[in-house]
């Protein structure tokens, strides 16, 4: 009997966008460092809030406070035309979202500018804009679509360009650090790869006792394990502090009897520049402001 014979499936988009990223994370020598945090003081100020905001917000936050105050994680290493380092006034975030695209589930990524200038509510609509609103509205996903059509060439070209020649440009396209999690489908990555200098993630957190672990993956070229695992420290005091703090200030000022929205609020945009309004970071010797206007 004459064994049945499959089929051959184009690469969609998302498939064709990962398959760039991985193309160039492979060339990134990373190292992944863990610890296990205790999230439990948060359990409760969280499903009172009236937003509810997801433990990814809650930790893209934590980490984008400390790397605020810690400019090494706003590095990045750049080949072309000499090895150096950038480093980038602030921080964004690129958050992996699963969207599905026509009829299977695929990655996108959303990219959030300066989380730590941001409320918690703000980054909890920009996610709900993210994930709820049409593909075609949303200008990032609109583009990687049409640019996945391009021939691979071409598209790696302009992978290899952005993330070697330009810091800003690098920073501004793909974040200066990656987001990734499966905790709430009950799953850890084990090392998530990705061509940016750090990526975050953290598996399930145990609802009796608030523990989860979290690992904090790094560009080797750019830092040291030593230096992550004491990053590690501030953000689960980020997320004890600042974090915990704002959460109960919130309840404070609306009350916990406020109900829990069921869906997010409709045309709800993410705040795409907040660091046009804030005072740009210290980072460099006074130039008479001339670095502080290029930055802005």
């Known amino acids: 009997m004459q064994e049945p ?13 990962i398959g760039d990223l991985v193309h160039f994370a492979h060339k990134v020598p990373s190292a992944p460092v863990s610890r296990t945090f205790d999230v439990s003081a948060l359990m409760g100020p969280r499903s009172r809030h009236p937003r509810r905001p997801s433990w990814a917000c809650l930790f893209m936050k934590a980490y984008a406070l400390v790397g605020a105050d810690n400019p090494p994680l706003r590095r990045s290493y750049l080949e072309f035309p000499w090895p150096r380092l950038y480093e980038h006034p602030w921080m964004n975030c690129a958050l992996a979202i699963e969207r599905v695209y026509q ?11 300066a989380p730590e200038r941001q409320s918690l509510v703000q980054i909890a609509d920009a996610l709900a804009w993210y994930k709820n609103e049409p593909l075609e509205r949303i200008g990032f996903y609109r583009q990687a679509l049409r640019f996945s059509r391009v021939p691979t060439p071409v598209r790696r070209a302009f992978w290899w360009v952005t993330l070697n020649t330009s810091g800003y440009k690098r920073c501004k396209r793909f974040g200066t650090f990656g987001l990734s999690t499966y905790g709430n489908l009950g799953a850890e990555n084990m090392h998530p790869i990705s061509p940016l200098t750090t990526t975050l993630t953290f598996g399930p957190i145990d609802r009796t006792t608030g523990k989860v672990v979290v690992k904090l993956i790094y ?31 919130v309840q404070d000022d609306v009350g916990v009897a406020t109900p829990v929205p ?4 409709p045309n709800v945009g993410p705040l795409l520049k907040p660091h046009l309004n804030m005072p740009a970071l210290d980072l460099a010797p006074h130039d008479g402001g001339e670095a502080a206007s290029r930055r802005s």
């Open 262 to 265: 069921t869906t997010p609020p």
């Open 103 to 113: 009829g299977e589930e695929g990655v996108f990524v959303g990219i959030f500018r």
């Open 219 to 249: 560009d080797h070229r750019v830092l040291d394990g030593a230096y992550i695992a004491r990053r590690l420290v501030d953000i689960e005091g980020a997320l004890a502090g600042p974090i915990l703090e704002e959460l109960e200030r």
């Open 5 to 17: 014979k499959g089929r051959y499936l184009p690469l969609a988009g998302p498939r064709r966008f």
